[in-house]
């Protein structure tokens, strides 16, 4: 990346934040990374007078705060100038490379996200069974993914995009949290080919690089 262009990424290890992280090292950017303490609005209370939703992660650039991780890596891969990372609108699969990165995270982390809270982090307070209802409700989502990647080896355009980024984190997010049972076979196979890429590791690495040097713990153990 030309310049010293280093945008601020607030993030917590292991967290949707990896998108971000995910993206800015597929895509040669620095990051001027700071590792919050999770949840930030209990640990780390003066965040919220940066970003009043108290959630990660959150970027900064300049006069820009976006608080959306499928909207910061795509932004990041824009601003980085590495076309291929993004689906441009005169190609074919334009309108199905904006679907599927949005869908990461609406349709697909919603669920896991609330499995996440009733049946594992709240799990004394009566809704665990909810939570597990959630769990399987993800489990159903997956199935635009698994027919898109039937005869396909990445979602859009031939190439690895910020799409697979996207749902990537989605997936390696269900085997963390207990969830791994919903992928199917292929599922598990692009997970493998999407974890394998140096992207993905160099940012595992730089995220708990800097936790560990900030004494910060992961946001899931
Ligand atoms: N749609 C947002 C969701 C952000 C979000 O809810 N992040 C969670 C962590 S993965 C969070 O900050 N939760 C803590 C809280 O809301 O206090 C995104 O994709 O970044």
């Not at 262009?5 to 895509?27: F, I």
């Not at 919050?36 to 650039?61: A, S, W």
């Not at 909207?71 to 609108?89: D, T």
């Not at 690895?160 to 997936?171: E, K, N, S």
Request: aromatic share 10%.
């Amino acid at each position: 990346m030309a310049g010293n262009w280093m945008p601020t990424l607030y993030t917590c290890q292991g967290s949707r934040g990896l998108r971000a992280t995910w993206a800015a090292c597929e895509a040669g950017i620095d990051l001027d990374l700071q590792m919050l303490p999770f949840p930030p609005r209990f640990r780390k209370p003066d965040y919220l007078e940066i970003n009043p939703l108290g959630t990660i992660p959150m970027l900064v650039d300049g006069d820009n705060r976006m608080t959306e991780s499928c909207a910061i890596a795509h932004y990041l891969a824009v601003k980085s100038g590495v076309p291929e990372l993004v689906v441009q609108p005169d190609e074919q699969d334009y309108a199905e490379y904006l679907d599927f990165t949005h869908h990461a995270d609406a349709t697909i982390t919603f669920p896991q996200t609330v499995y996440l809270r009733f049946a594992k982090f709240e799990k004394d307070k009566g809704l665990e069974e909810a939570g597990h209802a959630y769990a399987r409700w993800f489990g159903k989502r997956l199935i635009k993914v698994e027919e898109r990647l039937d005869e396909r080896e990445f979602l859009c355009a031939d190439r690895f995009t910020v799409a697979d980024i996207c749902v990537g984190y989605a997936l390696y997010l269900a085997n963390r949290i207990g969830l791994a049972e919903y992928l199917n076979p292929r599922l598990v196979e692009y997970l493998d080919l999407l974890t394998n890429r140096a992207g993905f590791t160099a940012a595992i690495e730089l995220e708990k690089a800097v936790s560990d040097e900030t004494g910060t713990k992961p946001a899931i153990d």
